[in-house]
Structure formats: C-alpha cells, structure tokens
C-alpha cells in the first residue's frame, strides 16, 4: 500500500463530542487519520475505500467546510483542510479507481460473464494488431509507389536533357510522394481517469486523459478539452511518485507549458508513454515516506478503524457490504466496465486506423493511375516536328531514333536520324533562338 498525500486536518470525535486535530493520509486503498498527540490514546484509524457508502462536501455548525465519509454504521467528519476542494478530488478519484480493481475472490458466480468479454476485448484486440499490420502492408506499398516515381523522374530527366539542345520543351516534373508514417504504433486511444492541475501546487481537478500516437489530451468532468500536447512537442516527464507525474512541453519562441496529474492507474499510462516518448521519461528518487511501514495486511475486509481511549472505543470494525450471490457486485460491475470501456478505446483506435488505411489505399490508387499516365507518356513516343508556313506537317523525327545534333554557330545546327533499317536523314535549322 502506497501513501499517496496527506494533509493538516480534524476529526470530529463522536464520543467526546469534540474536535481532534491531526493528518489526514490519502493511500492507494484506504484514508487514514492521525492524531498530532502522541501515545497510546492517541487516535489512530483508517477507513477502506471499499466501505465507502458516501464521500460528500459538507459544512459543520453554519460556516466551516468539511468532508463526510458515511459507512454502513457510521458517519466520519473531517474539517480544517487547506484547500477542500482538492481533498475531495483526491479521495474521490482513488475511491472510483479502486472500484476497478479486479479481485478474483470477489467474483466467483459471474466468472463466466467476465471471461466472455475478456474473450471479446482479447479477440478486438487480436483484431487490432490484424489491421495494424495491414496498415504497414499498405504503407510498404506507398512506399514503394514512390520510389517507382522517383524513377520515373530520374529516367525523364535524363531523357529530357535533350531540351537544353532543342530548346522546344520546357518540361516541369512534378514530384508524386505519399505521406508514410515513420511507424505505426498504438493506433488505439486509451483513456484513464485523471487529477490534474497546470502545477503541483495547484488546486486539482478530476478529469479524464486520452492518449494516442499523436496528442495527449486532457477532458474536464464536463468532456470539454481542457489541455491538450502534441506528443512531438512533449520535452519531458517527470514521475515523481508511482501515482503523480509532470508533463512539460518547451519550444523555440513560445512559453513552455506543463501539467501535472495525479493517477491510481498511472502505470499503465507510463507504459503507453514509454512507446511513445522513449528517453524521454525521467523518474525521481521516492520519497521516504512513499509506503507505510506500520501497515499490516491491509485487505478490504481486514481494515479496523481503532481509536483511542479519548472516544471510550477500543477497536471499531466496519463491516463489508453484504454481497448478494445472485447479483453482479460492485467490483465486478466495475471491472466490466473497465473492460468495455477498454473495448471502446480498442474500437475507436481500428475505426481511426481503417480510415487512415481507406485514405492512403485512395493516395495509393491515384499514385498507381499517375505512373500508368507518366509510362503512356513517356518521352519514348515524343517527337520533332517541324511545320511548313501553312502549319503542314513537313518533317518529323522520334527523339529516340535520333542519333546525333551538331550545332555550327550559335544559329544553326544540323539534326541527324539513322536507323539500321531505314535510309538516314537529317535536317538543317537556323534560329535566332538556338
């Protein structure tokens, strides 16, 4: 278990009828309170995220702002937060995340829904990599499409040479190129439930991060786009703990600009970035308090909540929600979603990739059609003409049986034609313009 963050805070203690101060501490599976005097009586406890019935804003007597947690027997109050808001999000966030923790003991009627959609999103999946690969058969062909082209015009400009004697054609080759991205990776966009703020220092809000191969971009809770990086343009990260990282972007001219996230699921999220930032993802050392050592076996249904002789109570156990067999429990409704929503993103990213692959196949057609045109056309079947005064055809050479041009003066030059077949002839020109 993780410590997460902590914070200067009360609790309102039901016993005394008074108000205790200490540090309330966020961690990856639990809330924890602890009072700032020391000693036995002292008030020690933790509350699991999976006893959780409400987490709401509240306010004590007429004005002080407060969050409540409500279990099944209780209701605990704390008070005095430097900044609420930011407590509230924090706590929510860990708390709906920790819903999506599969657990396999907590699920053993439903086993065989959930293997049908790990079954489904394992065969999108599969179907995933299946287009991937087509989508780099197509790019290999492009890519060879244009070098074909980049032959064509090799093999034109050499033939063309020809004008700079002639002077008749002022032939432009245009350059035919298709776009080919460098590689195809992650063409699926992957979502992850987020806290975020511009710095560390300040006030966080929940939102949602979207990653794909090209941008990284953060919703707000209403879905608007709040912040949004080019993955090119992303200068570094920063990982400071196995939950909260900084993403900075710089460049030339424009004031660099970063944000930093707190995440439950922030290692996946570096999994995705260390396919597409390589080298580019720092790690800070952990802090010294980054786990707790006094844990003991925190599992969902062995968290105590202990205080002190101060509230008359040894030990405090809260009870587990009842799990009814005959139902879908809330871990594995939230570990079906977490699957579907899993699938939603693998089905967006194909969809994405398909459109890509439909627009390069056009790009490719067009390509195809033009080297065809540019074969028809090729130099082999020009010809010199020369027309009479009444623009009637007079004399007309293949450029590729003409054997040899000889130029006598700046005005005049001599085009012969010679074939093993045919008799040879020639012609004679004076131009102003030669």
């Avoid at 996946?268 to 010294?288: F, S």
Wanted: net charge negative; proline share 2%; glycine share 4%.
């Amino acid at each position: 278990m993780g410590k997460v963050s902590e914070w200067k805070a009360s609790y309102y203690c039901n016993s005394t009828k008074t108000w205790v101060y200490g540090h309330l501490i966020i961690y990856t599976r639990c809330v924890r309170f602890i009072e700032n005097k020391g000693g036995t009586d002292s008030l020690d406890f933790r509350i699991s995220y999976e006893n959780f019935f409400e987490l709401k804003k509240e306010t004590t007597s007429i004005f002080f702002a407060a969050i409540t947690i409500r279990v099944r027997t209780d209701k605990y109050w704390f008070s005095s937060l430097s900044d609420r808001g930011h407590v509230f999000n924090m706590i929510e966030h860990f708390w709906k995340e920790r819903l999506f923790a599969s657990s396999s003991s907590d699920a053993p009627r439903n086993s065989e829904l959930l293997n049908i959609l790990h079954d489904a999103q394992s065969t999108l999946a599969s179907t995933g990599r299946t287009v991937q690969k087509q989508g780099q058969q197509i790019d290999s062909a492009c890519v060879n499409m244009n070098k074909i082209h980049n032959d064509l015009s090799v093999a034109e400009t050499l033939i063309y040479n020809l004008d700079a004697w002639l002077s008749k054609w002022n032939l432009e080759t245009h350059q035919v190129h298709i776009d080919v991205p460098d590689d195809s990776i992650l063409i699926e966009k992957a979502e992850y439930s987020v806290v975020y703020a511009r710095t560390s220092k300040e006030k966080h809000f929940p939102g949602t991060l979207v990653l794909s191969k090209n941008s990284l971009e953060i919703f707000d809770a209403g879905r608007s786009l709040d912040i949004s990086f080019a993955v090119k343009e992303i200068t570094e990260v920063s990982v400071h703990t196995p939950w909260e990282m900084t993403v900075l972007q710089q460049s030339i001219g424009k004031a660099g600009s970063s944000v930093h996230l707190t995440a439950a699921r922030l290692v996946h999220i570096l999994q995705t970035l260390e396919v597409l930032l390589p080298g580019k993802i720092n790690y800070d050392e952990p802090p010294d308090d980054a786990g707790d050592p006094d844990s003991h076996d925190l599992d969902a249904e062995k968290f105590s909540l202990q205080e002190g002789e101060k509230c008359e109570e040894d030990s405090i156990r809260v009870p587990t929600r009842e799990k009814n067999s005959k139902t879908v429990t809330d871990a594995e409704a939230a570990e079906m979603g977490q699957v579907l929503q899993d699938m939603r993103s693998l089905a967006l990213g194909i969809q994405e990739e398909q459109d890509r692959q439909l627009q390069q196949l056009d790009l490719l057609s067009d390509s195809v059609d033009k080297a065809n045109e540019r074969i028809r056309t090729d130099v082999h079947q020009k010809s010199l003409e020369i027309f009479d005064a009444g623009r009637s055809l007079d004399i007309s050479f293949a450029v590729k049986e003409i054997t040899e041009v000889s130029v006598h003066t700046p005005w005049e030059m001599t085009i012969l034609q010679q074939s093993i077949r045919k008799a040879g002839s020639s012609v004679h020109l004076t131009a102003a313009r030669l």
